[in-house]
């Protein structure tokens, strides 16, 4: 009984639950969000987004994956902040004083906005995504329209401070989760393979932004390497035709929070989850 309570246990250490949150939106069109849209001769169409961050969380740890775009960063492109990004963390018991780590899928504005949020935790990032960012090509117009230079500002201060660690090509961050760096949209563009009670979750970020950019082999319209953004697609399909990912989360689409478990109460219309979390906390078990 005794090595069986112990197997579970660790199972338990490897399995996460993982949580989609919306705080942002925008409304536009095909044409403005797909790489020549006119090459595939279909008529325009509206289309929405939503944006999103990501938590990684069992009894042992919580990772907080990307953390949403600024007030700043959301108002100088006139994307609509629907929910207070930091107070939302709050509702999901996420506290800077509990100094969770941080992955950064890339270096998009809506990506890196708010970790001056939290300012004791360690995050994690590409080295070649990095490197991009502090090169000369970064401030070239069709690249830097994506980002806030405050913002990169701070990632080389937390650099500074020891508390921005790279990775290369992929890494295991924990038992369970692992970091693969795809490229495309970004040159360090990475997405996160996490184990569910509910099987593997790929969050793929922005690798994939709708799910039908990837159903249709469709790029979006930024690119740092049209061919890796491609070889992402395809990298991602051969991880599902496998069988080696069950559920795919886009970086966002609007059905996304529709294909998953919806938080309880007031969060229900903002939250999903994947997967159990076996939670102390009552007030998390009432909402999530």
Same mark, same amino acid.
């Given at each position: 009984?005794?090595?069986?309570?112990?197997?579970?246990?660790?199972?338990?250490?490897?399995?996460?639950?993982?949580?989609?949150?919306?705080?942002?939106?925008?409304?536009?069109?095909?044409?403005?969000?797909?790489?020549?849209?006119?090459?595939?001769?279909?008529?325009?169409?509206?289309?929405?987004?939503?944006?999103?961050?990501?938590?990684?969380?069992?009894? %042992?740890? !919580?990772?907080?994956?990307? !953390?949403?775009?600024?007030?700043?960063?959301?108002?100088?492109?006139?994307?609509?902040?629907?929910?207070?990004?930091?107070?939302?963390?709050?509702?999901?018991?996420?506290?800077?004083?509990? #100094?969770?780590?941080?992955?950064?899928? +890339?270096?998009?504005?809506?990506?890196?906005?708010?970790?001056?949020?939290?300012?004791?935790?360690?995050?994690?990032?590409?080295?070649?995504?990095?490197?991009?960012?502090?090169?000369?090509?970064?401030?070239?117009?069709?690249?830097? +329209?994506?980002?806030?230079?405050?913002?990169?500002?701070?990632?080389? %201060?937390?650099?500074?401070?020891?508390?921005?660690?790279?990775?290369?090509?992929?890494?295991?961050?924990?038992?369970?989760?692992?970091?693969?760096?795809?490229?495309?949209?970004?040159?360090? %563009?990475?997405?996160?393979? @996490?184990?569910?009670?509910?099987? @593997?979750?790929?969050?793929?970020?922005?690798?994939?932004?709708?799910?039908?950019?990837?159903?249709?082999?469709?790029?979006?319209?930024?690119?740092?390497?049209?061919?890796?953004?491609? #070889?992402?697609?395809?990298?991602?399909?051969?991880?599902?035709?496998?069988?080696?990912?069950?559920?795919?989360?886009?970086? +966002?689409?609007?059905?996304?929070?529709?294909?998953?478990?919806?938080? !309880?109460?007031?969060?229900?219309?903002? @939250?999903?989850?994947?997967?159990?979390? #076996?939670? @102390?906390?009552?007030?998390?078990?009432?909402?999530?």
């Amino acid at each position: 009984m005794e090595n069986l309570s112990r197997i579970l246990l660790n199972k338990n250490m490897d399995e996460y639950q993982v949580t989609i949150a919306k705080y942002g939106s925008r409304s536009t069109v095909k044409s403005e969000v797909y790489l020549n849209y006119g090459l595939y001769h279909q008529p325009d169409e509206p289309i929405g987004l939503h944006y999103f961050f990501w938590v990684i969380r069992n009894s %042992q740890r !919580t990772i907080l994956v990307d !953390t949403g775009f600024s007030v700043i960063g959301g108002a100088n492109r006139k994307r609509t902040l629907d929910h207070n990004v930091p107070e939302l963390y709050k509702r999901l018991g996420i506290s800077p004083e509990d #100094a969770p780590q941080i992955i950064i899928t +890339h270096g998009h504005f809506d990506h890196i906005g708010n970790l001056d949020f939290f300012p004791k935790s360690q995050m994690l990032i590409s080295e070649k995504e990095y490197d991009f960012w502090n090169s000369k090509h970064a401030g070239r117009t069709l690249f830097h +329209h994506s980002v806030e230079d405050y913002e990169l500002a701070h990632l080389r %201060q937390l650099r500074a401070e020891k508390r921005l660690e790279f990775f290369s090509d992929r890494i295991e961050v924990a038992s369970g989760i692992e970091i693969i760096e795809v490229g495309g949209h970004t040159p360090g %563009q990475a997405v996160v393979k @996490v184990n569910t009670s509910e099987g @593997v979750v790929l969050l793929a970020s922005d690798a994939i932004h709708f799910y039908e950019e990837f159903e249709a082999d469709r790029p979006f319209m930024s690119v740092s390497s049209l061919v890796d953004m491609y #070889a992402a697609f395809d990298t991602i399909r051969e991880m599902v035709a496998s069988g080696e990912i069950k559920h795919l989360v886009s970086g +966002h689409d609007v059905d996304t929070l529709n294909r998953f478990t919806p938080a !309880t109460g007031d969060l229900s219309t903002i @939250v999903s989850t994947i997967g159990r979390y #076996a939670c @102390v906390r009552e007030d998390l078990k009432t909402k999530l």
